[in-house]
């Protein structure tokens, strides 16, 4: 895989500052429309190709960079099956989501990123399901025990109990809160399990539950589907594990789609996962002003090397 580590940073660095610009608004669509902007703009001035495998969702009415849109200095090129094999001009799979946490953004609210994740070109997982249910849990586990979706959310308790040494009463579960996980937090309750509710930004949910020194062992519950290509990406890099299944939604009622799907369906082969804080989470602090001056932190993961790098940058005017 090429490397252009630091142009993408710059890619989310931009769309974080653009959104930050909307931070406390209220206004969703400027806010969405800002960040949009200023990413595509810099992934157009990037040497490759890529294409949006996963873009901003259709039933959030978002403003742009949708499945197919061809960005990156050489997005006019040209390509065949044989040049995908030889790697000339060989397009890349984008998955993105100029801002995760668009509510959050404009309420002041905790954990908005700007995120993206890239791999090779039909590597990346596509539906037209918008929602799966989700889990997450990182090496430590992963290296005891497999958890799997199907299983009841007690058997993969005590799977985690065994796993880590932890009583049931210090387990931390993430899970978003919404009416329809209302079944699923009382019987954590029930078990005396910790849960972490939150509001929106289930890719930092799932990225936390992979990284040492966090809290989170496990995220649970159903989310957006074109989210989970890009948490795929981030704990593949991490080396934790990460299971779908997609949902079906009529009115209150879910119905699961297919097959569980693991990491390498979500994401096959090499892959990179970079995000910028817009506002403060447990993950990435948010764009600050200094003198007239964006500062940002972000995150840039690669699976082949498993390197992590923490990037704090101070932006001119």
């Known amino acids: ?3 252009i580590s630091l ?3 710059r890619v989310t660095e931009a769309a974080a500052i653009a959104a930050s610009q909307w931070v406390g608004s209220g206004n969703k669509l400027e806010a969405d ?3 949009t902007e200023a990413l595509r703009n810099r992934l157009n001035k990037i040497d490759f190709h890529g294409i949006i495998a996963i873009g901003e969702g259709e039933k959030d009415e978002s403003y742009g960079l949708f499945e197919g849109e061809r960005v990156g200095k050489d997005r006019h090129c040209e390509f065949t099956p044989s040049t995908v094999r030889s790697g000339s001009f060989a397009p890349y799979d984008i998955s993105l989501d100029p801002i995760e ?3 959050p953004t404009v309420t002041s609210g905790p954990e908005a990123i700007s995120t993206l994740a890239m791999s090779h070109f039909g590597t990346m997982y596509k539906t037209k399901h918008f929602y799966a249910d989700k889990i997450a849990y990182g090496p430590s586990i992963k290296s005891h025990v497999n958890l799997s979706i199907d299983n009841t959310i007690e058997e993969n308790i005590k799977l985690i109990s065994k ?13 978003l809160n919404r009416p329809r996980h209302n079944e699923l937090i009382s019987r954590l309750r029930d078990m005396n399990v910790r849960i972490k509710l939150i509001q929106d930004c289930d890719i930092t949910g799932a990225v936390a539950s992979c990284l040492p020194n966090n ?3 496990m995220l649970c519950g159903i989310g957006g589907s074109p989210e989970a290509v890009i ?3 981030a704990i593949k890099c991490l080396g934790g594990d990460f299971q779908i299944k997609a949902y079906d939604r009529d009115g209150d009622v879910w119905t699961p789609q297919g097959e569980i799907l693991g990491i390498e369906d979500l994401v096959s082969g090499p892959c990179v996962f970079v995000a910028t804080g817009i506002t403060d989470g447990s993950m990435l602090k948010g764009v600050k002003w200094s003198s007239g001056s964006p500062v940002t932190n972000s995150v840039f993961m690669r699976s082949e090397s498993g390197t992590v790098r923490w990037i704090k940058a101070n932006h001119g005017n």
């Open 33 to 35: 429309k800002a960040a």
């Open 1 to 3: 895989m090429i490397d």
């Open 163 to 175: 796993a880590t040494g932890k009583n049931y009463n210090n387990i931390v579960v993430c899970v």
């Open 7 to 9: 142009d993408l940073i």
């Open 215 to 217: 809290d989170i062992d």
């Open 231 to 233: 948490s795929a990406a």
């Open 101 to 103: 946490g668009t509510t």
